[in-house]
């Protein structure tokens, strides 16, 4: 009887001791889940924060690498069409020197000419004027037609590029327009003929120069020079450009 109730008692025991173990464990278990979830919701709030977070910054980024690249091309075209302007200020430059020197030249052959035909009365010297005269007129032209294309030229520079590089241009364009500007008059060519005839000979007077009987002459380092100080600033702006 004793033994039974002992046995009895032993296995109330051991399956209270059980079910106790198993109640603490499963409350144990249902609080870890229950922690995991509410877990597991903060975290997935705070990596839909992060990502938001990340979205935003990666499309501001986006933004700011669009603007400059555009900004980039942006300066880029205008690099090009002030390279543009260089290339093109040193032909007409150049063109308008080169048809200044011809224009005087020519001008002071003509001139030459015509007074020993009014001298001599000879008609070779009479066609080597008409043929002077003519090579005159076209070269005049010409530098007149370079003279207009470098004075666009010009307000082109102030625009895009610099403003007083402009005027310069427009300066030194003046002083090789008054280059070509007679400083004597025919009377002035007759009288130096008929006395370089008397003292000399006809070669002497072919051989004269023409610099005595115009304005100052072009000046090439002025030309040099104002096209290096062009290049240079073009330059400095692609330096700015590339960031070399």
Do not use: M, W
């Given at each position: 009887m004793q033994w039974d109730l002992l046995m009895i008692y032993i296995i109330v025991s051991v399956a209270v001791s059980l079910t106790t173990t198993f109640i603490v464990q499963y409350a144990s278990w249902k609080?870890?889940?229950?922690?995991?979830?509410?877990?597991?919701?903060?975290?997935?709030?705070?990596?839909?924060?992060?990502?938001?977070?990340?979205?935003?910054?990666?499309?501001?980024?986006k933004n700011r690498l669009w603007e400059l690249q555009h900004e980039k091309g942006?300066?880029?075209?205008?690099?090009?069409?002030?390279?543009?302007i260089?290339?093109?200020?040193?032909?007409?430059?150049n063109k308008f020197g080169s048809d200044a020197i011809n224009h005087r030249i020519y001008a002071h052959h003509r001139n030459i000419y015509l007074a020993l035909y009014k001298i001599g009365n000879e008609e070779s010297d009479n066609k080597q004027y008409r043929e002077f005269q003519v090579k005159a007129e076209n070269s005049y032209l010409d530098f007149g037609n370079q003279s207009y294309e470098?004075?666009?030229?010009?307000?082109?520079?102030?625009?895009?590029i610099d403003?007083?590089?402009?005027?310069?241009?427009?300066?030194?364009?003046?002083k090789i327009k008054d280059s070509v500007n007679p400083k004597k008059n025919e009377d002035d060519y007759i009288q130096l003929v008929r006395?370089?005839?008397?003292?000399?000979?006809?070669d002497s007077?072919?051989?004269?120069?023409?610099?005595?009987?115009?304005?100052?002459?072009?000046?090439?380092?002025?030309?040099?020079?104002?096209?290096?100080?062009l290049q240079e600033r073009i330059k400095d702006d692609y330096r700015k450009i590339t960031n070399k």
């Open positions: 609080g870890r889940n229950l922690a995991t979830k509410e877990d597991i919701s903060g975290i997935t709030t705070k990596i839909e924060d992060v990502k938001l977070n990340y979205s935003e910054k990666l499309e501001d980024y942006r300066l880029y075209e205008e690099f090009k069409i002030k390279h543009e260089l290339e093109k200020v040193i032909v007409k430059l470098l004075t666009a030229l010009a307000s082109t520079i102030k625009v895009y403003d007083t590089l402009g005027g310069n241009l427009l300066i030194l364009k003046g006395s370089e005839l008397e003292a000399k000979s006809r007077v072919l051989s004269t120069t023409e610099d005595e009987f115009f304005e100052d002459s072009i000046n090439p380092d002025e030309i040099a020079c104002f096209l290096y100080q």
